[in-house]
């Protein structure tokens, strides 16, 4: 099977290194050097490349920015290759270069395939390429959470399907006892609510109003209310236009247009363009005339009446008093009775509400209290057989007697949910308290790692449980940062043994201070610094033959050129050879 590779990483002005490349075997990197020497840069800045957070302080002082740059070999059409083409990354025949620079300010940029993109993408990829550990992950692992999803992890499918399903149901049963509360907690402010918009409704309802009509009334209002003024002028008016009966001698616009009109008539077919004013002379005495009628009939039907006026008023004064209350004007009004009555109507629906949404919880709780029954069986089921393989694991890691197990409980909870007969505490993940328990020794009862593990054992659980992992949900690479701290001896030798087994089957970068452990590596780094501090291009080095024994021989006695040491590290990398 073709994975992915991490081949090589370049770093600037990280921390103590100055300028380094880093290159990596495709299988076990032992990564080693004097305390303090910056092994511990090569963990930051892979974890720089993986999306992790930038912090001004890593930035090398006098530098303006830190520069982590990788090269990764990917196989075509993995998932991280999918994900990198979509984001628009270009890859160089097969190989996807990564890069992320940190300024002196604690500004961060990503690139990836040549592409900026954003950091979060790079995390995104990490979860597909590479598994880091530390001692922080460590103690990770003594949290009863992380137990819990180290056991749904292994037992894959058998327990993400059942999982699934109870999650979409919790979500849902979340979201309908939400509901429920709020209209029960909330029954006093909601029959408010529904009083007043019942009242509002009502008063509406009484005046009945239409759309326009409070503008129809105004423009009724001020008509009437200026009636005399209106016909007085209208009668002006017709009589200059179409004369007065009273005076027959009097001049109006009429007569003169059509003594206009008479006097052209009789020249017209001397000249066209008199004839044309002639005809247009015509037009304005029609216009004229029809002006005159319109007028004569306004007056007549001008409507005088103070009833009317003083009804129109009542009628304005209802309408107002409305849209003092409920809108602008009266097409606000109705547009407000409009939404209330939907919500009033929504209001008081609640009691039936409140029993659809009761039936619906009850019967979602007994949904869940079945899914997380199966879940429980599958996580009961995958525990034995992680459990298993992770003792296998630990009698390869100087642990023979030891055993692992799982505790898997519940909490009796009056409120939860019933599993079993029994009323128990529920959450997002299930019912499961799911702790990891050890027995280091025959005779010895299980108890919590975090109460019967020593910093040793903890190392080589986490270990054996990575070990499990990439039998079943392998990751490309897998980076142990002081994996081994706490151990020595025979178990430090199984450690290394096991980490070139695994380094079989992925890609494995371990930065170690024991040399029972590089003695197993594919290929062995040497982290130093020069005279004032600082790693440079030439501090990180692969070391081979002499080299490689000489460096062994310090982490074994402290001194490079011990006859013994020399002889014991000869021994260490025979032994590992023999083991490969």
Do not use: C
Not at 148 to 177: M, N
Not at 238 to 247: F, K, T, V
Not at 249 to 264: K, Y
Not at 418 to 442: C, I, K, M, Q
Request: no cysteine.
């Amino acid at each position: 099977m073709v994975v992915s590779v991490l081949e090589e990483m370049r770093i600037r002005s990280l921390g103590v290194i100055d300028d380094a490349v880093v290159e990596l075997s495709p299988g076990f990197t032992a990564v080693t050097g004097e305390t303090g020497a910056g092994k511990t840069m090569v963990v930051t800045s892979l974890g720089l490349l993986l999306g992790g957070r930038a912090d001004a302080a890593l930035v090398r002082i006098g530098a303006r920015n830190a520069v982590v740059e990788g090269r990764i070999a990917v196989p075509e059409g993995s998932p991280a290759v999918v994900r990198a083409e979509e984001a628009g990354a270009e890859l160089d025949e097969g190989t996807l270069l990564v890069s992320r620079t940190v300024s002196a300010e604690g500004r961060s940029r990503a690139h990836l395939g040549g592409r900026s993109v954003p950091v979060g993408l790079l995390a995104e990829l990490a979860d597909d390429l590479v598994a880091v550990h530390g001692q922080s992950d460590q103690q990770g692992l003594l949290k009863l959470s992380r137990q819990r999803q180290a056991l749904d992890r292994y037992a894959g499918y058998a327990v993400a399907v059942p999982l699934g399903k109870y999650a979409e149901a919790y979500k849902r049963l979340r979201a309908v006892t939400s509901e429920l509360e709020e209209i029960t907690t909330r029954a006093r402010e909601r029959a408010q609510e529904a009083d007043m918009l019942r009242f509002g409704l009502e008063e509406i309802a009484a005046v009945e109003p239409r759309a326009g009509e409070d503008t129809e009334l105004a423009e009724e209002a001020e008509r009437l209310g200026h009636a005399e003024a209106l016909a007085s002028a209208a009668a002006v008016a017709h009589a200059a236009l179409a004369g007065n009966p009273e005076d027959p001698e009097g001049v109006d616009a009429g007569t003169l247009v059509a003594g206009a009109q008479r006097a052209l008539e009789a020249v017209r077919a001397h000249d066209p363009a008199l004839a044309a004013l002639t005809d247009r002379i015509g037009e304005v005495g029609i216009l004229l005339s029809d002006v005159a009628g319109e007028l004569a009939g306004y007056a007549d039907d001008l409507d005088a009446d103070p009833l009317r006026l003083a009804a129109v008023e009542e009628r304005r004064a209802a309408l107002n008093a409305l849209t003092r209350k409920y809108g602008a004007n009266v097409t606000e009004v109705l547009a407000w009775a409009e939404r209330s009555a939907a919500r009033l109507t929504e209001l008081e629906g609640d009691d039936e509400r409140i029993g659809e949404l009761t039936a619906e919880r009850d019967a979602l709780r007994a949904e869940l209290g079945v899914l997380a029954q199966e879940l429980s069986e599958a996580r009961a089921e995958a525990a034995e057989r992680f459990a298993a393989a992770v003792t296998e694991e630990l009698a390869s890691l100087a642990m023979p007697h030891a055993r692992v197990s799982f505790d898997i409980r519940q909490t009796e909870d009056p409120e939860g949910v019933e599993v079993n007969g029994r009323t128990v505490t529920y959450g997002p993940s299930g019912v499961d308290e799911v702790e990891l328990l050890l027995a280091p020794h025959p005779g010895a009862p299980p108890r919590p790692i975090a109460k019967g593990a020593s910093g040793g054992e903890l190392s080589r659980v986490m270990l054996a449980v990575e070990v499990v992992f990439a039998g079943t949900d392998p990751v490309p690479t897998y980076l142990f940062d002081e994996v081994d701290a706490g151990v020595g001896g025979k178990a430090a030798v199984e450690i290394g043994r096991r980490l070139a087994r695994l380094a079989k089957k992925a890609q494995v970068v371990v930065v170690t201070h024991l040399p029972q452990v590089a003695a197993f590596a594919d290929r062995q780094l040497l982290v130093e610094k020069t005279d004032d501090g600082s790693v440079t291009r030439s501090g990180v080095k692969v070391l081979e033959g002499e080299d490689r024994v000489r460096e062994l021989s310090r982490m074994l006695a402290g001194q490079e050129d011990s006859e013994t040491a020399r002889a014991h590290a000869e021994e260490l990398l025979a032994a590992a050879r023999a083991d490969a």
